[in-house]
């Protein structure tokens, strides 16, 4: 009778715990995170867009001029990136001519620029721009077409190509101006050399033996530049790495 009674208790329990768990009550809610890294590229001009030459005296056109840190860039990126320059135009614009004698063909390569970041891109093809004052190329000779680069463009930083055999990369890396100031500012030296007469005679010694037209008042008639006033659009292009 006690068997019996144990068993029946033990049974009575476990219906009990069986009755318990099913009767417990669970509610359950999800919460879905997502993350959206968009690339970021910024490329900030800290000083003014405007750069004015003035040449008043022989002395002006005998000794040009140069002007340091005439432009100042900031590259802000969360991915590879590379830099390039170039003239936005193969002529200089006469706004306004103070003579009747010389001529107003006048290509970007008469202004020189340097940067004051050495490019440390690896692609011998492209043409990288450092400290050393160099001739601008305007948009047919720097083989711009549609904005993209080519061979032929002037590389600040990064170059053309993104993977070359036995390097890594021919871009920049990612990161902020305020905390890679070596890599990711840069002040752009501009001068111009005119002699006289104004025919601009060292602007291309950077490109001696190129593939490049350095004639730079061809078809004018004379072979000197006519006084008067002129602009010319310069173009800081910042991409993903290409």
Not at 25 to 52: A, I
Not at 194 to 219: C, I, K, Q, R, W
Request: glycine share 8%.
């Amino acid at each position: 009778m006690k068997g019996k009674f144990k068993f029946l208790l033990v049974a009575a329990l476990a219906a009990c715990s069986v009755l318990s768990a099913q009767t417990a009550l669970e509610d359950e809610e999800y919460s879905y995170v997502t993350m959206d890294l968009q690339g970021v590229l910024d490329l900030t001009m800290t000083t003014s867009p405007q750069v004015d030459f003035s040449f008043k005296t022989i002395q002006d056109y005998q000794n040009g001029i140069i002007k340091f840190n005439a432009v100042q860039l900031e590259v802000d990126a969360t991915v590879a990136w590379d830099l390039y320059v170039y003239a936005a135009a193969d002529l200089w614009t006469q706004v306004e001519s103070f003579s009747t004698n010389g001529a107003a063909n006048l290509p970007p390569e008469i202004l020189m620029i340097s940067s004051s970041v050495d490019n440390t891109g690896v692609d011998g093809a492209a043409i990288e721009v450092g400290p050393a004052l160099q001739s601008l190329r305007g948009t047919t000779n720097a083989g711009i077409v549609a904005g993209a680069p080519a061979a032929a463009t002037q590389f600040l930083a990064g170059n053309l190509g993104t993977v070359e055999a036995g390097v890594a990369t021919d871009a920049e890396a990612p990161g902020t101006a305020s905390g890679n100031p070596s890599t990711h500012k840069f002040r752009m030296n501009y001068a111009l050399y005119p002699g006289v007469p104004a025919t601009f005679n060292n602007h291309g010694e950077m490109y001696a033996g190129a593939a490049l037209d350095l004639s730079l008042l061809a078809g004018n008639t004379p072979d000197y530049a006519q006084a008067g006033y002129y602009y010319m659009e310069v173009v800081y292009s910042l991409v993903e790495d290409l």
